[in-house]
């Protein structure tokens, strides 16, 4: 049996009731790349189970490839992230409540992982194809760095290539905020840039690029491999 | 024979190969809206010969509704311009090579004109539509709002509906402006949100509702009003 | 007695503790500027009282120049507003907790009125000074636009060059805020842009220098003028 | 003999005739700060001789604190940063033209070094002064960071405390940019944020505070340390 792609993304947070990534991987979960099956897990935006989360996915389906997505608001580009730091530090509470200052994502774990997904084949790829994206040397402090971190040190001794992508808002949600601000509900942003979004066909079709980019780029792994295969 | 609804757009300028406005245009010349047709026309970018070109236009045209559409970069949604100013004063040359300084767009004008369009009828109608939008007090002093001020001060007497409307880039342009950063052809934009950007289809969609609107809410002319037909 | 100059600030708002346009005027109330004393008046940020307010002032003191001073969250440098428009919109409410929508500031007062001060010359002034300023055809549509509006109107008769002038943040504003946010008592803003600020001492030049160059530059009224002179 | 401070900073590059780095630390140069002599010098913008560059500076000065400053165009406030990586990537050239694309910093370096500078009593000793600072987790990928991966790197077996601190624009650098819009010299920013600044006064005052946390907070080195004293 073929072994899989993982595509992750986030369940809705901050208030917000639909998180782009989760949109995306649902409209990828199943769809056939390269020869490879998708498999779309939305993950909780809790800082507690997170870490368990993922390497029983990992376990589960044992992926060729990793992509992790999440919401990074205001953001007007598909930015691949090049490395993921070993700093948890919320300047938001997640879902559970919990604002984690100054800590770890992985207590004694190295200070960074870097990414690796072909990023610069990805972004030819995605400009090429008419998607703005641009790489990125900050995942932030939140649960996208630590999932990106997460899944790095996991994968990084079976040479499984992943890593994480940020996605604007889609444009129904800044529709949304541009109400609420209208309505007095919800505060003017400061400036009118943390209203950049995309749209979600652009995005699915930015995901697919970059799986395809990871599934035909990805470099064999070293023959003593003792990775269980799925 | 039923009168049209104008809606204009502007050629490239400033090294841009596109201009999402007259995409635009293309996409809705000779649709048919609320049983008129609209009619797309694309603006040079050249302030000597514009307010004779509009004015031919509406000569020629003689339109129940205008619509004028024209880019702003980094702009990231809709957006709705309140008002056009008696100023010309450009930061960038125009395709001919002027640079208007601290100067009029029509001697003896009133400082400002107010647009005509049910802006937020408009606003409305493209939020629920789930399409980003905001409204704006300032269409710039460049020819985006020499346009506005021009086609107002126009249409005035006669009570036509008129008003300008900025774009954000097109996707595809920004994706272009990331391969020349990329490449070291064009400077790093200040910021990341530089890159805002809408698909095609969004736009397209939201100058369609605009014209809707426009043509729904119309006000009666004066019974008196003097103004030819086309 | 010779005539005065006229510089007014905002009290606090927005839950602010300060507001950077009070304490500039409070360090240049009773100044000596070109032979002309400057007064100093902190406006109530309430739109209710404000345009009784200011007639009062201005009947009071007989300025010869009036120079308005606020606050614009976010922006950087110095900004020179070009154009005070007729239009009452608040996206906060005011400090007695009106919230105008689509409102006008004077009810059949025309579209909008342009600044009578110097900007060209103030903008060189500022820039040979070395301190960072921008001409802006927006004032907004909350009460700094509502002051403009006012004085101008009140003015243009008597021929008193006036204007508004848009200040950053104090620094120690800025401080306060990354507090905030870093105590989670603040959203973080969505862009570290929105962290702008000016030192109070850079801004107090800056508003001398505004009313030093409005004050050289003020052209002679018409011999004929009424205006009482305080 | 009591060890020195080291501050270093960087000349102007860029197309800038100034460095606020390096305008902050001629002004500390020589000063004492509790009981140690700070020690200012100046770093080239040109990533050939870097390295090597402040290995002889080490060498030579044997500080018990480094501090390294330079300019991030855009930023608004004090940036203290938290990870060096070992990637150089620039999107302009150096001084020397060399424009490094995807490269690292040092050949088989670990992927990213943490600051060891007090960087969270830094913060707050800075917003108690009233001067808005805030931790950030990229220090990019051009000469900003390489030096601070090498400084890293070199000091971490000695246990000196060591990180990198980016400065805003000065506001006569902003001053000169807005001229060079206003005469058509220079393309105008997308955003007005690019022109955030701060005045040499605070960001000296920054420095000094910043130099004074790390002193105080020195963790002492292992009794065995080997490092040569100067």
């Not at 072994?3 to 947070?13: D, I, K, M, Q, S």
């Not at 995605?126 to 994968?155: D, H």
Request: aromatic letters at 4%.
């Amino acid at each position: 049996m073929p072994r899989v792609a993982l595509l992750t993304g986030f369940e809705p947070y901050g208030g917000l009731d639909r998180n782009p990534s989760a949109e995306v991987v649902k409209q990828l979960d199943g769809a056939e790349i390269l020869g490879r099956r998708v498999v779309g897990r939305i993950l909780p935006v809790t800082f507690g189970p997170l870490r368990r989360r993922i390497h029983d996915l990992l376990q589960e389906t044992g992926p060729v490839a990793v992509v992790s997505l999440g919401l990074c608001p205001g953001e007007p580009v598909i930015r691949l992230e090049r490395v993921a730091v070993n700093i948890a530090d919320f300047t938001i509470p997640d879902n559970e409540g919990a604002r984690l200052a100054d800590d770890v994502v992985v207590p004694e774990g190295l200070t960074a992982l870097p990414a690796t997904l072909p990023l610069r084949a990805i972004e030819q790829a995605l400009l090429r194809a008419g998607i703005p994206a641009r790489l990125s040397t900050t995942a932030g402090t939140f649960l996208c760095n630590a999932t990106m971190y997460t899944v790095l040190q996991a994968e990084q001794a079976a040479g499984v290539p992943s890593g994480f992508v940020h996605l604007p808002y889609l444009a129904e949600q800044v529709a949304r905020l541009c109400e609420e601000v209208r309505a007095g509900k919800s505060a003017e942003p400061y400036a009118p840039h943390a209203l950049a979004s995309m749209s979600l066909g652009t995005m699915v079709e930015a995901a697919r690029i970059i799986l395809e980019v990871s599934l035909e780029e990805r470099p064999r792994p070293p023959a003593s491999s003792s990775r269980p295969t799925a």
